[in-house]
């Protein structure tokens, strides 16, 4: 079982960089659509409807594929295994937290402002889920 469950968590890898890759691409997108658009004077129907909904959208599958990469990974350190370096914590931390974060922080009435919060904490995910693998693996 725990091979399984180890199997699991490295193929969620690519898919969570995927994922938020096009979260990223998705944020950038909305910055040049939405560039010299002031936030006060923008009615809400001005973004691109389907750019809009696919950010939200890959906003909640980032947060939720964290989720689960932490929840397997948990399970694979109850069972007894660890990774080869400990800051493999900290990076499978950040995937978990990243977005989640990021939108605490993020204001919803100043739109801009909130996507350039996401865009970071997607490149910060995509980072800590590429440090994360490298330090994953057992000596």
């Known amino acids: 079982m725990l091979s399984a469950l ?3 968590h490295f193929f969620f890898v690519p898919v969570i960089l995927l994922v938020g890759g096009l979260l990223l691409a998705n944020g950038i997108a909305l910055l040049v659509v939405r560039r010299g658009v002031a ?4 009615p809400a129907g001005v973004w691109p409807p389907r750019l809009k909904r696919a950010f939200s959208w890959l906003m909640v599958a980032t947060a939720a594929l964290g989720v689960l990469q932490a929840l397997i990974g948990g399970l694979i350190f109850l069972l007894g295994a660890r990774p080869g370096d400990p800051l ?3 990076y499978g931390g950040i995937v978990l937290l990243a977005i989640p974060i990021a939108y605490a922080y993020s204001d919803q009435k100043q739109v801009r402002r909130g996507i350039i919060i996401m865009v970071i904490a ?3 995910l995509i980072g800590a889920a590429i ?7 057992p000596h």
């Open 131 to 137: 440090r994360a693998l490298m330090t994953g693996a």
């Open 39 to 42: 936030d006060t004077a923008t």
């Open 6 to 8: 180890e199997g699991i």
């Open 122 to 124: 997607a490149v910060a």
């Open 88 to 90: 493999h914590f900290v």
